[in-house]
Each structure stands twice: as C-alpha cells, then as structure tokens.
C-alpha cells in the first residue's frame, strides 16, 4: 500500500468519524420535547424536565461550537502534514528515538491543552454555573490544570520512554512487552488509584456518620463484604452532582462516596447504592472488564506492531524518516473504526453489568430504595433519561435511568 492510499484513507477515516459522531448527536436531538413524556411523568415534574431539555440544548450547542476548532486545526494539521513537520523539526536538535517521541507528544499535549482550556473553563464557570451545578474557584479549576498536566507527563512520560526503548531493543515483537507492562499498569492503578490519585486532588476522610456507618456495616456483613474501607469525598467543592464509586480488590478494596451523595439521600436509598455497588464485585464485574480490557490491548498492540512493518503508514504523515511516534499517530487514526467496536463492546457488557449491579441490590436488599436513590439523582442531575437509541448504543456505559427503573420493577 502507497504512502499517498494511506494518506487518503487517514484522511477519510478522521472525517468518516466526524461525521459519524455529529449524526449521532442530531439524533439526539430529535429525542427533545417541549412537553413532558408522560413515561417521565412519574420522575420529573414540568418545571424540571423543561431545565433538562434546556441542559441538554445548551450542552449540544456548546459541543458544537467547541467542536469546530478542534476539528479544523486537526484537519489543518493532516492536510498540512504538520506533524511530519514537528518531526523533522525536532530533528534539528536530536535523532535520539526516546528524547524524540517524548518532546513529540510533549508539544502535542501543550498546544491540545491551550486549545481545550478556555473550552473547559467555559464549560465551568459559564454552562455548568449556570444550571447550579459549579462549585469549583477559579483557583481550583486552574490548579486542577496544572496538576493533571504534570502527573499525566510523569506517568505517561516514563511509560512512554520505556515502550520506545523496548522497541528499539527487541524490534517488532515489543507488542509482548508492551501488553504486559501495559496490564501491570493497570493492575497497580486500579489497586491504588484512590489512595494515589484522588489525594491529590480530592480530600478522603473515613465515613463517621454513625447511623449510616452502622447500616452500611450490617448489609456489608450481611452478604460477606467484610474488610472494606468507606470513604467520604469532598466532591462538593467542585459540583453538586453526586456520585459513589467502588475501586480496588483484594485487601485494597475501596467505596467511596461523594458528600454530595450524602446529603441527597436517605440512609436506606444510600445503602441501596452502596448494595449496587457491592453487586460489581460480588459479580465479578471489576475482573471481567480486567479481562476485556486485556484482550483488546493486546489485539491493539498486536496489530500496531504489523503496521510497524509498514514504512508507508509512518510516511503518510509526511515523515521523511521512519518513526515510532509518527506510526503511533497514524496507527490511531487507521485504528479508528476497530477502536469504535472495541468501545462498543465494553459498553454493551458495561451495560449489562449495571443490570446485574442492580439486580443484586434489589435481591439482597432494596429494588425501591434503589429506584429511589435513581430517581433523585436522575432529578439532580438534570438527566436526559431518553436518549436516541443509536446515540445511547455508542457511549452510554450505563442503561439510561428510565431502563433501570423498568428492570428494577420486574
């Protein structure tokens, strides 16, 4: 296959993308209605339903807005063959294969930062303030910039150098490599992640709240979830949308609620989100998706070390010497159509474990408490419990609420 087929068919497939996603979102919005539905009858009154719609329109068109810029530089950069450029250019002061990868996505990250930043702070302090869900300073939205940028660049950094120097060393069969450190990473972050990372960023404090403490610890003993740590987020400094999270396994196990959470509901519907929750692990959720997670990247890496045989695919972005980093980016956008299927996949199974999450909660302690718990946050949040069915297909992980609700009656 010739430099310039790649060429076109990089091209087609980034605009094939575009298109395909702004389709699904028109979709979406033929799902508005001035009028209450009546299956939402039972969930939203008028005044809430029509500052939902009103959330939805306003996320639609800042999506819109903000996508266009975005969407042009990348063409620009394509067309361009800028990133061919930025190669060369780096050149000029190193042909070492590591240094040279690093600097490359290094300038990639800053310049997508500066471009998604006032996007964000925007999305922030103007969308969300607006429906009273922003809760975050000025000075916590920027402080929060930096850290992710500087933890993202020490941890994928490292990461990266290492993939780099193992490719040079053992030449195509780094895939092998690659997929293990790739899957011990994984491991370590889903064992450590809250205690790592969220300090960082977010205060953690043991649950003391002794009626619901007492509660949780009783239906904990009750199905055999012993030895678990429940932790309370400050999630409020940021937004008033809750949320509730189980992280970890093995003695490394982790609930965490939001304090939002907290005060949204009831000590019962809590336990009953707590019970859902508890459901994950107790079906094994969190290894299957381990599992899932590992057979695609493995297949990714597998099939982007065959197009590491392809000095074409590196040169189709103009790269007048063959390169890693060059490959990397072109190898993401060819892969862009298998990516859509594996996210898919995992969504389709995500889904399916929300069903069974559920389904546990309800036979081992409350289906209405639970319902409860849904409908309020589905309130709070200003949900859109009816999404198209195509655009819920492609990115929900969860069943919309109005599914649930119906599954939990049954």
């Known amino acids: 296959m010739t430099t310039q087929t790649i060429f076109i068919i990089i091209i087609s497939i980034f605009l094939a993308e575009t298109l395909l996603t702004k389709v699904l979102w028109y979709l979406n919005t033929r799902r508005w209605s001035e009028t209450?539905?009546?299956?939402?009858?039972?969930?939203?009154?008028?005044?809430?339903?029509?500052?939902?719609?009103?959330?939805?329109?306003?996320?639609?068109?800042?999506?819109?807005?903000?996508s266009i810029p975005t969407f042009l530089i990348m063409l620009a950069i394509l067309l361009l063959w800028g990133f061919g450029a930025l190669d060369e250019f780096l050149r000029q002061f190193t042909d070492n294969a590591i240094l040279l990868a690093l600097w490359f996505f290094g300038i990639i990250s800053v310049v997508s930062t500066l471009i998604s930043l006032p996007f964000s702070y925007y999305a922030t302090f103007v969308?969300?303030?607006?429906?009273?869900?922003?809760?975050?300073?000025?000075?916590?939205?920027?402080?929060?910039?930096?850290?992710?940028?500087?933890?993202?660049?020490?941890?994928?950094?490292?990461?990266?150098?290492?993939?780099?120097?193992?490719?040079?060393?053992?030449?195509?069969?780094?895939?092998?490599?690659?997929?293990?450190?790739?899957?011990?990473?994984s491991l370590f972050f889903m064992m450590f992640y809250s205690s790592l990372i969220v300090p960082l960023f977010n205060k953690q404090t043991p649950l003391e709240e002794w009626k619901l403490r007492d509660a949780i610890e009783?239906?904990?003993?009750?199905?055999?979830f012993t030895g678990t740590?429940?932790?309370?987020?400050?999630?409020?400094k940021r937004s008033s949308k809750a949320n509730a999270y189980f992280s970890g396994f093995g003695p490394k196990k982790r609930i965490v609620l939001f304090d939002t959470l907290?005060?949204?509901?009831?000590?019962?519907?809590?336990?009953a989100v707590l019970a859902?929750?508890?459901?994950?692990?107790?079906?094994?959720?969190?290894?299957?998706?381990?599992?899932?997670?590992?057979?695609?990247?493995?297949?990714?890496?597998?099939?982007?070390?065959?197009a590491l045989a392809m000095p074409a695919a590196s040169q189709a972005l103009w790269g007048t010497t063959q390169s890693f980093h060059l490959w990397a980016v072109a190898f993401g956008i060819l892969f862009t159509p298998i990516s859509m299927i594996f996210g898919m996949l995992t969504s389709v199974f995500s889904r399916k474990n929300e069903y069974e999450a559920d389904a546990y909660a309800k036979e081992n302690y409350s289906g209405k408490h639970l319902s409860n718990a849904l409908i309020k946050l589905s309130r709070n949040n200003l949900s859109n419990l009816r999404p198209?069915?195509?655009?819920?297909?492609?990115?929900?992980?969860?069943?919309?609420?109005?599914?649930?609700?119906?599954?939990?009656k049954t």
Do not use: C
């Not at 079906?283 to 065959?306: D, N, P, V, W």
């Open 36 to 66: 209450l539905p009546a299956e939402l009858a039972w969930i939203y009154d008028e005044t809430k339903y029509a500052k939902s719609q009103k959330y939805e329109k306003a996320k639609y068109m800042f999506w819109w807005v903000s």
């Open 262 to 271: 907290i005060n949204d509901l009831s000590t019962q519907e809590l336990v």
């Open 218 to 224: 009783w239906f904990a003993n009750k199905v055999g």
């Open 276 to 306: 859902h929750e508890i459901g994950h692990y107790k079906r094994k959720h969190t290894l299957q998706m381990l599992a899932l997670s590992t057979i695609q990247t493995g297949i990714i890496l597998y099939i982007f070390a065959l």
């Open 127 to 185: 969308l969300e303030e607006k429906f009273g869900f922003n809760k975050m300073t000025r000075k916590l939205f920027f402080t929060d910039a930096v850290k992710w940028f500087f933890l993202s660049a020490l941890i994928w950094g490292p990461l990266l150098a290492l993939i780099v120097w193992i490719y040079s060393a053992v030449g195509e069969s780094f895939w092998i490599y690659a997929w293990i450190i790739s899957v011990a990473f």
């Open 229 to 236: 740590d429940i932790y309370v987020i400050d999630g409020s």
């Open 388 to 408: 198209h069915p195509a655009y819920e297909f492609f990115y929900y992980s969860h069943p919309t609420v109005l599914k649930r609700l119906e599954a939990l």
